[in-house]
């Protein structure tokens, strides 16, 4: 996606939105990760995504893409870059995850409003608001009545 001076505060609501999907998927060996993107067990790197996201998403939110890539060079740390649509009602967006060793990044490479406003700060506010929506909402632990 070309950057625009609101690129950056969009990848940043996206990341922290999906952060702890992130972290679920690089509890994941890196060379099962590779192995699956080498040999195209997309349908498998489906439902390893879609069980990451389940936990903290509403179904169909957080989907994997088309793809993905690896780098894996000898003496080096692996890194693995997951195609993933991120879809909250009302936008599409489409993005790269990228997991490696000691963290996790997100990079937005298109974004789909289904009724885009002019601004581009209403836009921003309404891609925060419906990732919120989407998630699961957990009520907080209340102390047991003695």
């Not at 990848?11 to 195209?40: H, P």
Request: with cysteine; aromatic share 10%; proline share 5%.
């Amino acid at each position: 996606m070309k950057k625009c001076p609101y690129s950056a505060q969009r990848e940043q609501i996206l990341a922290e939105a999906i952060s702890q999907v992130a972290t679920e998927l690089r509890l994941l060996d890196a060379s099962d990760l590779i192995s699956i993107l080498r040999f195209e067990y997309y349908g498998n790197l489906k439902d390893l995504v879609s069980s990451a996201a389940e936990m903290f998403f509403h179904p169909g939110t957080v989907n994997f893409g088309h793809g993905g890539s690896y780098t894996l060079e000898w003496g080096g740390k692996p890194e693995v870059v997951i195609d993933l649509e991120i879809k909250p009602r009302g936008v599409t967006v489409y993005a790269q995850l990228t997991l490696a060793a000691e963290f996790a990044g997100i990079e937005i490479n298109h974004i789909a409003f289904e009724n885009p406003s002019a601004d581009p700060d209403e836009n921003t506010a309404f891609l925060e608001r419906s990732l919120q929506n989407a998630r699961y909402i957990v009520p907080p632990l209340q102390a047991l009545a003695s």
